[in-house]
């Protein structure tokens, strides 16, 4: 069957340290996204790809970086982790057709030290 | 600004009664909503849509209702469960705003903890 995974499913990190949550969907969908959850906000997009090679700014963006080399993978990068970047983080993928509803990876806890 | 509101972050409802969820928006450009579910520990899994040319849909126990003139939504389950008990997230898409251009995002709620007491 067709999914979506995320991997570490828990990671702590130090301050400063570069961190890379990977998201890998098997659905071969064009568009995958990246999002935080944190307490009092909900779900906020950080990043997301409509294809190989498109990269594009969420409303979350600084401090978070993703590259899409293939359609499967958007690896998401903290290049200087800070401690606001604690989160539980979400990848998702979506068919590149109108109305198609977004599929959830299980989500990495990320707790910054 | 917030354009996507759920203004009850939390519900509770007896097992067999009608459970009902709001959520409003201000951005015109929406034209696509969506209902997702969401349990501890586990991501988000989509529950219902509805678009905009549509007031009503429905799916089971679950129907969304459109109120486009006051940009108001809301998911109905009737009869709640107490399996039904997570997190509720509203979300909408806007309708792609450049020519020949195409809009896959979503714009979150916070969500409303619902929970159905036995």
């Known amino acids: 069957d067709a999914e979506i995974t995320q991997s570490p499913r828990h990671k702590i990190t130090e301050t400063g340290r570069q961190v890379t949550l990977a998201c890998h969907q098997t659905w071969n969908h064009n568009n995958m996204f990246w999002y935080r959850q944190d307490l009092g906000h909900g779900l906020r997009l950080i990043h997301y790809?409509?294809?190989?090679?498109?990269?594009n700014k969420g409303e979350v963006s600084d401090g978070y970086s993703v590259s899409r080399s293939n359609t499967e993978d958007l690896p998401l990068t903290l290049e200087s982790a800070a401690s606001s970047q604690t989160s539980v983080y979400f990848c998702?993928?979506?068919?590149?057709?109108?109305?198609?509803?977004?599929?959830f990876g299980p989500g990495t806890r990320l707790t910054v030290l | 600004d917030q354009q996507v509101k759920q203004n009850s972050p939390s519900l509770s409802v007896q097992e067999g009664r009608i459970s009902i969820l709001n959520c409003d928006y201000t951005?015109?450009?929406?034209?696509?909503f969506l209902w997702y579910k969401k349990y501890p520990a586990e991501g988000p899994t989509f529950l219902i849509s509805?678009?905009?040319?549509?007031d009503k849909n429905e799916d089971g126990r679950f129907t969304v209702f459109l109120n486009k003139s006051a940009k108001h939504l809301s998911l109905h389950i009737v009869p709640s469960q107490p399996g039904d008990s997570a997190v509720y997230f509203c979300a909408a898409r806007a309708r792609g705003q450049n020519s020949g251009g195409s809009n896959y995002k979503l714009t979150f709620g916070k969500g409303t903890l619902l929970t159905v007491n036995p």
């Open positions: 951005n015109s450009m929406f034209d696509y």
């Open positions: 998702a993928s979506s068919e590149k057709v109108t109305g198609a509803e977004q599929f």
């Open positions: 509805i678009s905009s040319i549509k």
């Open positions: 790809s409509y294809g190989v090679q498109d990269t």
